[in-house]
Nanobody, 129 residues
Framework: QVQLVESGGGSVQAGGSLRLSCVIT????????MGWFRQAPGKEREGVAA????????VYADSVKGRFIISRDNAKNTVYLQMNSLKPEDTAMYYC??????????????????????WGQGTQVTVSS
């Protein structure tokens, strides 16, 4: 079972930036997708961004396109989420998630939580106006 540990959350003012990190351990393969999700109080969890650890690429929710960037460093077994131009509506608990080993998943499924079976504990992001 893959273990995921997120870090980098915090409190920032609107317009600020944060970079979240997700360290992946106990993984035998990089051939999988990694996603970032978030959940605000009283709201459903939503997919924010995803990529393939080998193939790269990047899929983003419309709400974060142009502001967030997902990246990975396989040597460090780490996935990042660079968040720029943060807005109060970005306030949420952010979770990292890993899919089962896979070479190709429809892009339409990459921001759906059913695609992923391993989850981190989350890191809180709070954006004040």
């Amino acid at each position: 079972q893959v273990q995921l540990v997120e870090s980098g959350g915090g409190s920032v003012q609107a317009g600020g930036s944060l970079r979240l990190s997700c360290v992946i351990t106990k993984s035998r393969s990089h051939t999988r997708y990694m996603g970032w999700f978030r959940q605000a109080p009283g709201k459903e969890r939503e997919g924010v961004a995803a990529l393939h650890m080998i193939l790269g690429g990047g899929v983003y929710a419309d709400s974060v396109k142009g502001r967030f960037i997902i990246s990975r460093d396989n040597a460090k077994n780490t996935v990042y989420l660079q968040m720029n131009s943060l807005k109060p509506e970005d306030t949420a608990m952010y979770y990292c998630a890993a899919s089962p080993p896979a070479s190709s998943i429809s892009s339409g499924l990459l921001l759906e939580d059913k695609t992923y079976n391993d989850w981190g504990q989350g890191t809180q992001v709070t954006v004040s106006s």
